[in-house]
């Protein structure tokens, strides 16, 4: 799990020590991601399965994809299909994906890489591995984010944003025992480079064994933190945590965890992430690729959908591929 390593952690800027009046966020909840598939047949974990929408808001869902390690000819990816009314942040830890839109957005990305497409009023996408690694397989890993969009922004302009790996912001604990990439949002006034319609935080932490990180966190958003690996704990009382479980953390100024002093071979570190965001707090009405305020909007979508209205598949498109 590269995605952007630092030699000596001790050359970053620090988060600084929070104040001693900062108030620490309890843990609402630790909630275990189910199993289960995705597109033509990907393995993923269901990390807010179960998980209230109004403990999530401003997320919708997200996935943790794979961790697998494809053999020859296994690599997949999903058809072409229709998104409208959110964003999608597609993060790659390990491997390779290819992404490409009818708005014209479109590349690939890899290790510590991250694609942020805003839907907004509709279009058709698909994401894949490249034919090269279908041929040779190997290590895929990565998230999947649904991030909403208010009523006034869900008919927005399409867009696509390319986020290469070297460009986040890094940072450390101050005693350099964990450090952070900041995708989007702020952490300790350092800017992420993601540009998003809801003001948000995404950040992914490394911790060395037996460390402890306490993050300065915006009392407005809410604060969520997801496993990815290894195991440690989380919050005031030290709630244990580990890989493929999600911690919804109350309200307050500082999110607090910590890596067991013990990790398993495989991850010799705690990887998390990090994420907040200010609540929407508007009605959802989601189905399938859609995410809008009502039912009516839900159908609407749909209608534009097949009329052709969200897009049409490049003509440039690799063969083989349908609209769903």
């Given at each position: 799990?590269?995605?952007?390593?630092?030699?000596?952690?001790?050359?970053?800027?620090?988060?600084?020590?929070?104040?001693?009046?900062?108030?620490?966020?309890?843990?609402?909840?630790?909630?275990?991601?189910?199993?289960?598939?995705?597109?033509?047949?990907?393995?993923?974990?269901?990390?807010?399965?179960?998980?209230?929408?109004?403990?999530?808001?401003?997320?919708?869902?997200?996935?943790?994809?794979?961790?697998?390690?494809?053999?020859?000819?296994?690599?997949?990816?999903?058809?072409?299909?229709?998104?409208r009314g959110f964003?999608?942040?597609?993060?790659?830890?390990?491997?390779?994906?290819?992404?490409?839109?009818?708005?014209?957005?479109?590349?690939?990305?890899?290790?510590?890489?991250?694609?942020?497409?805003?839907?907004?009023?509709g279009l058709l996408?698909?994401?894949?591995?490249?034919?090269?690694?279908?041929?040779?397989?190997?290590?895929?890993?990565?998230?999947?984010?649904w991030v909403n969009?208010?009523?006034?922004?869900?008919?927005?302009?399409?867009?696509?944003?390319?986020?290469?790996?070297?460009?986040?912001?890094?940072?450390?604990?101050?005693?350099?025992?964990?450090?952070?990439?900041?995708?989007?949002?702020?952490?300790?006034?350092?800017?992420?480079?993601?540009?998003?319609?809801?003001?948000?935080?995404?950040?992914?932490?490394?911790?060395?064994?037996?460390?402890?990180?306490?993050?300065?966190?915006?009392?407005?958003?809410?604060?969520?933190?997801?496993?990815?690996?290894?195991?440690?704990?989380?919050?005031?009382?030290?709630?244990?945590?580990?890989?493929?479980?999600?911690?919804?953390?109350?309200?307050?100024?500082?999110?607090?965890?910590?890596?067991?002093?013990?990790?398993?071979?495989?991850?010799?570190?705690?990887?998390?992430?990090?994420?907040?965001?200010?609540?929407?707090?508007?009605?959802?009405?989601?189905?399938?690729?859609?995410?809008?305020?009502?039912?009516?909007?839900?159908?609407?979508?749909?209608?534009?959908?097949?009329?052709?209205?969200?897009?049409?598949?490049?003509?440039?498109?690799?063969?083989?591929?349908?609209?769903?």
């Amino acid at each position: 799990m590269p995605a952007i390593t630092v030699g000596d952690v001790l050359t970053l800027p620090s988060v600084g020590e929070v104040q001693p009046q900062a108030r620490e966020r309890e843990v609402v909840s630790v909630t275990t991601a189910p199993r289960g598939y995705e597109g033509e047949g990907f393995p993923v974990r269901r990390a807010f399965a179960s998980v209230s929408l109004a403990a999530l808001d401003p997320f919708i869902h997200m996935d943790q994809m794979g961790e697998v390690e494809y053999a020859p000819g296994e690599p997949k990816g999903t058809p072409w299909h229709p998104h409208r009314g959110f964003e999608t942040v597609t993060y790659m830890l390990d491997g390779v994906f290819r992404h490409q839109d009818s708005h014209g957005g479109g590349g690939l990305i890899t290790n510590g890489d991250t694609q942020w497409m805003t839907a907004g009023a509709g279009l058709l996408h698909i994401e894949e591995p490249p034919e090269e690694i279908v041929m040779k397989g190997g290590l895929f890993h990565g998230i999947q984010l649904w991030v909403n969009l208010p009523s006034e922004q869900k008919m927005t302009t399409p867009k696509y944003q390319d986020i290469r790996g070297g460009e986040v912001a890094l940072l450390r604990s101050p005693d350099g025992g964990a450090y952070l990439r900041v995708i989007a949002g702020e952490v300790a006034g350092h800017q992420g480079p993601g540009s998003t319609h809801t003001p948000i935080t995404v950040a992914h932490a490394t911790l060395s064994p037996g460390a402890q990180l306490r993050l300065p966190w915006q009392p407005d958003y809410n604060a969520l933190v997801y496993v990815l690996a290894g195991s440690g704990s989380v919050g005031l009382n030290g709630r244990p945590i580990t890989a493929g479980q999600l911690a919804v953390f109350g309200p307050g100024d500082v999110v607090s965890l910590g890596a067991d002093r013990t990790q398993e071979s495989r991850s010799p570190e705690m990887e998390v992430l990090v994420l907040g965001g200010r609540p929407i707090r508007e009605p959802i009405a989601a189905y399938g690729p859609f995410v809008m305020n009502t039912k009516e909007e839900v159908y609407q979508a749909f209608e534009d959908f097949q009329a052709g209205r969200l897009g049409t598949v490049p003509s440039d498109d690799h063969p083989g591929h349908d609209v769903l």
